[in-house]
């Protein structure tokens, strides 16, 4: 039995993690696998009661459970820094989910905004703990005209060398082609630094090809030719960019999944779609529900459930694929129960 705390969230958060439950509660039937669930409505609502997102020790009660899946924090009245900061970011960090994957596919009946997109299927490996997004740095002669700011990067050995073997690991699963991000040409210490690694770590995976693209090239090509790309994997900053990148070429941010992983397993991994609340739509049964469904996937994948993955993915791929399975922001006209129900009908079992 494996226990997953269910963080639902705000907005469309919720709505879109109970249909992931549904088509959770359908696969791992046909699948005879057994997971317990535990709902904690930690959020911005709230936040507005009792003054944070989480109570005392919040992040201790989490820590049992082999999985979190979390629907999305936000709620207009509540600034963008407290959801984020007083849930997303300590989860991240205390749970040491060093990976940040994002998963990017143009499923048929899903609109690419490129013409020509062709056959796109890859996946953002992101730093998710340290590089660009560190606290070291300060603001010096506040409000003089000599005012300045500093902001370190921090690159450890460790931590690119996880990171690396993550990707390369990823890749060998997948089509052995990885390829990463630098700038190395205009960031002289931690760049040549994150390549060094980087080479290093390749090496002990001859059987996987590399490339080592420049972070603009590399923006570039993604948009031009999104289909020669398999594994990706950049630091922080750049992984967070072209990741948003990314889930805009496969057409909706309403399908775009991903997984805060703490590959160790020391600590529960995360799991949410990489849509937020959506406010304007919220509570009108609307939200697109794949991305949550998805993410769901790669849980059951996270968690050795690798056949009752492919079996969701496989069924996304045939909703959408149908007018009947598809929710607006995709063109179609079926509401979020409606795409859940094509969603289960195209489970095949075991
Ligand atoms: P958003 O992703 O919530 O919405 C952007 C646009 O996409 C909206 O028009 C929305 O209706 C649409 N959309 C998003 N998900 C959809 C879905 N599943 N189906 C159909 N349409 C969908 O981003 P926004 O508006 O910038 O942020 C709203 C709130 O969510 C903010 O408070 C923000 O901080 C929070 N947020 C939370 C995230 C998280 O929990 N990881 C991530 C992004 C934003
Ligand atoms: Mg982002």
Redesign the pocket.
């Known amino acids: 039995m494996q226990r997953i705390a269910v963080l639902p ?1 705000d907005g ?1 958060g919720t709505e ?1 993690t109970a249909a992931a439950r549904t088509v959770l509660d359908a696969v791992t039937r046909r699948h005879g696998i057994e997971l317990a669930y535990d709902d904690f409505d930690w959020s911005c609502r709230r936040y507005l009661e009792h003054g944070a997102m989480m109570p005392d020790g919040g992040l201790e009660q989490l820590r049992p459970y082999d999985a979190i899946l979390l629907g ?4 207009p009245g509540v600034p ?1 820094h407290v ?1 984020l900061w007083g849930l ?1 970011i300590p989860i991240r960090r205390t749970f040491r989910q060093y990976v940040n994957l994002r998963p990017i596919r143009v499923f048929e009946g899903v609109g690419s905004p490129l013409r020509d997109a062709g056959a796109v299927d890859f996946v953002v490996v992101r730093e998710n703990v340290e590089g660009e997004y560190s606290e070291i740095g300060g603001r010096f002669n506040r409000g003089f005209p000599d005012e300045m700011a500093v902001q370190e990067s921090v690159f450890t050995r460790a931590g690119v060398s996880r990171i690396a073997d993550y990707a390369l690991t990823l890749a060998r699963g997948r089509r052995s082609y990885l390829t990463w991000a630098t700038k190395s040409n205009g960031i002289v210490h931690t760049m040549p630094f994150w390549d060094e690694v980087l080479a290093e770590r390749a090496a002990a995976f001859p059987d996987v090809r590399t490339d080592r693209e420049h972070i603009d090239a590399l923006a570039a090509k993604l948009v031009l030719q999104p289909g020669r790309f398999d594994v990706i994997v950049a630091s922080n900053l750049f992984g967070d960019i072209l990741s948003d990148l990314a889930a805009a070429v496969a057409g909706s ?2 399908i775009a999944p991903s997984a805060n992983l703490d590959p160790t397993r020391t600590f529960p991994s995360m799991f ?2 990489v ?7 919220a509570g009108q049964g ?3 529900p794949v ?1 949550a469904i998805w993410s769901a996937a790669l849980m059951l994948e996270h968690l050795g459930h690798p056949a009752a993955a492919a079996d969701v993915l496989r069924a996304v791929e045939r909703s959408l694929a149908d007018p009947a399975g598809r ?1 607006r ?1 995709l063109g179609g006209e079926a509401d979020t129960a409606a795409a859940v129900r094509a969603v289960v009908g195209h489970l095949s079992g075991s």
């Open positions: 969230g469309i879109v999305a924090v936000g709620w963008d959801s997303l941010i309403g949410e779609p849509h937020g609340s959506a406010p304007d739509i609307l939200a697109n991305g929710t922001d």
